[in-house]
C-alpha cells in the first residue's frame, strides 16, 4: 500500500477549510496553493514581490518536511488577481525554479481574500532515498 500522509502548517485557513499544506501519497508531493502569508503570525505583506518570497517560504517548508526540495519540483501553478504583478516576481522565481525547469502555468484569477497578490502551487517527486523530516504539525 503506498505511504499516504499530510502535512500541515498551522495556517488558520488549514483548520477553517479543511486541507492540507501538503499531501505525500508515495513518491509524489502535492503542496497546495500557497499564499504569502507568514503562518506564524497570519500577517501578509502588501507587496507582491514581499507575497512571492513568502510563499516560496512556505512551500519550501513544506516540501522540507516531506523531505523534498525545490530541486523535486515538476510542476508549478502561479495564479494573480492582477496580471501586471507577475513579472516583478520573476527574479524571486527564477531563483529558486531557474536551474530545474519544472512545467509552469500562470492563471489570472481571483483569490479568496483581497489582500492576496499571487498563490504558488507545486508538485514535486519524492527521492526514493529521502524519507519526510515530519508528517504532521
Not at 50 to 72: M, P, Y
Not at 118 to 127: H, K, M, S, T
Request: charged letters at 30%.
Amino acid at each position: 500500500m503506498t505511504e499516504r500522509f499530510a502535512i500541515l502548517s498551522g495556517s488558520t485557513f488549514e483548520e477553517r477549510i479543511g486541507y492540507a499544506r501538503a499531501v505525500v501519497d508515495g513518491d509524489r508531493v502535492h503542496v497546495s496553493g500557497t499564499t504569502g502569508y507568514d503562518y506564524a503570525t497570519m500577517t501578509i505583506s502588501d507587496d507582491v514581490v514581499e507575497q512571492a518570497e513568502q510563499c516560496l517560504r512556505n512551500i519550501e517548508e513544506a516540501l522540507a518536511r516531506a523531505g523534498c526540495s525545490f530541486a523535486d519540483v515538476v510542476r508549478v501553478r502561479y495564479m494573480l488577481p492582477d496580471r501586471e504583478d507577475f513579472e516583478p516576481c520573476w527574479p524571486a522565481l527564477r531563483r529558486r525554479f531557474g536551474e530545474i525547469r519544472p512545467a509552469a502555468t500562470m492563471l489570472v484569477c481571483g483569490l479568496a481574500d483581497p489582500r492576496m497578490k499571487i498563490e504558488i502551487e507545486v508538485d514535486a517527486r519524492r527521492p526514493a532515498a529521502r524519507e519526510p523530516v515530519s508528517p504532521r504539525a
